[in-house]
């Protein structure tokens, strides 16, 4: 492992923190509200302006969507600012990759898309469903939620992990050899 | 769009970059974690936090901003956590890093995005139940681990750089 690559992670880490303070000054000072980093409950904002599509009495007679407001709000520009930023980051520095299928899920799996695409839907549905339930995601519980040492913010992130390690080691323990 | 809008693309555009050159959007690096093979995920959020929890304490301690604390449920923290690290696992990312895994090509991540927005959806339909039972177990409100300590929070922040300081150290130790 070459230097660069062995501090990249905490550089870029550091400079995440920056952005957490930033952030939260700015929308203070510009908005009058304080806004801290955070992704899962713009998953909630988009599905329900999805289904508002097809259903809008429902949406609107809906009581977590109305608690959580169907909008285009900071925390939704901010997941698309993600893939904004992220995207043109991998194509400068030429990271770039397309990939249908993870390595270590290949070697360990196989090459089936269809499988991985399964196993990929019901995951993120499983973590979705319990990051809301939790109140918060690794961003929003891990990262804001430590960083202002809040009690339900360290009890999420050890959840999140202990059955995380867990289930990728029912999953992976057996191939032996893989991963980074 | 209002300047609360362009404040949250430009925080996310920088947030993406960063998310993509700490090389933490990928499958390999979040399993990697959980199968302590590659800390890479850990060293990019405890350095975050270790920078955030300070200069957030300052700006607050000046009155400067307001801390957001959520409140702590212990039913809905726990049960809601460990579902979540076991669609972790099995997806690969979070809901944040899932968008940049997309951005830069891994399109499997796809499939973990949608899976999240029927999860979401689906979270909206039993929360008029959840809310009569799990979302009310162990309900102690908006609590701080200073709080509950009686302490300064200078004293807990202390304690937390002291303890990522000593896991950096291991993890550079094992080259993980």
Known sequence: ??????????????LV???????????????????????????????GLAEEKVAPEHVAGNAYYTKEKVKVDWQMMLVIGVALGAGAAALVRKDFKAEMVPPIWK????????LRALFAFLGGAVAMFGARLAGGCPSGHGLSGIMQLSVSGLIAMAGFFGA????????????????? | MTTELWLGLGTGIIFGILLQQGRVARYEKQVGAMLFRDMTIFKFMLTAIMVGMVGLHLLAQYEVISLSIKGTVLGANIIGGIL??????VMGYCP???????AEGRFHA?????????????????????????LTW???????????????PWLVIAGFIVGFLGLFAIFEKKGV
Do not use: C, H
């Open chain 2, 110 to 134: 796809i499939w973990a995005i949608l899976g999240m927005l029927v999860g979401a959806a689906a979270y909206a339909e039993t929360y008029p139940s959840l809310k009569e039972n799990i």
């Open chain 1, 107 to 114: 070697e360990r799996f196989g090459s089936s898309m269809a």
């Open chain 1, 164 to 180: 995380g390690v867990i289930v990728a080691n029912l999953l992976y323990r057996k191939s032996g050899k893989g991963g980074a």
């Open chain 2, 96 to 102: 944040g890093t899932s968008l940049a895994a997309l």
């Open chain 1, 1 to 14: 492992m070459n230097n660069e690559s062995r501090w990249r992670p905490y550089i870029a880490g550091a």
């Open chain 2, 84 to 89: 979540f690290g076991m669609g972790w696992a």
């Open chain 2, 138 to 152: 162990g309900d102690y409100g908006k609590i701080t681990l200073p709080g509950i300590l009686e302490v300064s």
């Open chain 1, 17 to 47: 923190g920056v952005l957490a303070i930033a952030s939260v000054w700015a929308t203070t000072k510009y908005s009058g509200k304080g806004q801290y980093l955070g992704a899962s409950t713009t998953f909630v904002r988009a599905a």
